[in-house]
């Protein structure tokens, strides 16, 4: 289950992915649990993005609520 943050991050991600802060400690625990992923762009700087499992996840929590 996710937190109130883990699940704010989670959509913070797949919205507006280059706005969220490098630093948040909920990255971890959504990065453990495969639901995002730091990507490498070609101009060298990192961005997170979230995963199919990710989407799935944000998807099964907008359905149910």
């Known amino acids: 289950m996710l937190s109130p943050h883990e699940f704010a991050t989670l959509l913070l991600v797949k919205d507006a992915p280059n706005q969220v802060d490098m630093e948040r400690e909920e990255l971890d625990a959504l990065l453990e649990r495969q639901l995002v992923e730091l990507e490498k762009l070609a101009s060298g700087l990192h961005q997170w ?17």
């Open 49 to 65: 993005r979230i995963t199919e499992s990710g989407d799935t996840a944000l998807r099964a929590i907008k359905r149910f609520s």
